[in-house]
């Protein structure tokens, strides 16, 4: 766990994991897995909570964006719907996030990890100016990686793989932070195809051999586009139910952690 001093000046510090994901795809189980497993194996771990508008969390966490902001409040004073309750709960709360930095900062020698879990629509916080605010304030700070959460069983149609792969993709162009793809849900669904995918793309277009419809054509030159972001990552089978592949995931954000910070 010991990631030591790098050659860019970063010093050993929590590696902040930052977790996003299609609603639907895991997220919130994903990251009470993580903090289970980390209070399991004594590793040191600190929870952010990012999303104002979780009723129950599963898990406590240390930081919290709901002890600052009300987001029922904000919706009714600002006249806004459920999305730009959100956002705007997340605008109020980045103008204060050196604070919160200072916060990790003041704790550094104690952590090992920040896991940080954000707005069910995964949008709101990959698109928006507080989104990339927070980030960057983290990714300037601690190295940084983003966990991207994908649902498994639904991913097993080419397209959908496809639009999941192209979303996740804009989201490392977008960060420029490591990525690593959780595929989740693996006690339905193994996650080997989705590797085979990835690395041989004529795999990946015999399964579309069924599907003659534009998009088809589309996504085929779409796989070949993407061999480049593919090889910029790293991928692991997760099951946050079982448990499964947690190792192989601290694994896999370790090094890209490593990465980053000889690369920054
Ligand atoms: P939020 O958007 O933050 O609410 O999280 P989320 O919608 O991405 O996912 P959530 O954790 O609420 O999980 C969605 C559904 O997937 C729930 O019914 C979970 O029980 C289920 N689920 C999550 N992880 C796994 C898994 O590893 N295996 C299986 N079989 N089901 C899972």
Known sequence: LNIGQSSSGFA???????????AGSGKTTFLHRLVCHTKASNIRGYVMNLDP???TLPFGANIDIRDTVRYKEVMKQFNLGPNGGILTSLNLFSTK???VISMIERRADELDYVLVDTPGQIEIFTWSASGAIITEAFASTFPTVIAYVVDTPRSES????????????????KTRLPLVLAFNKTDVAQHEFALEWM???GVFHAALDSDHSYTSTL????????EDFYKNLRSVG?????????DAFF???EASAEEYMETY
């Open 12 to 22: 050993k510090k929590p590696i902040i994991i930052v977790v996003v994901g299609m």
């Open 97 to 99: 996030f050196d604070e």
């Open 158 to 173: 080419p397209a959908t793989f496809m639009s999941n792969m192209l979303y996740a993709c804009s989201i490392l162009y």
């Open 199 to 201: 690395k041989d793309f």
């Open 251 to 253: 694994k896999a954000v």
């Open 238 to 246: 997760v099951s946050a139910v079982t448990g499964a592949g947690m």
């Open 53 to 55: 508008a979780v009723m």
């Open 219 to 226: 996504t085929r030159s779409l796989s070949l586009a993407l």
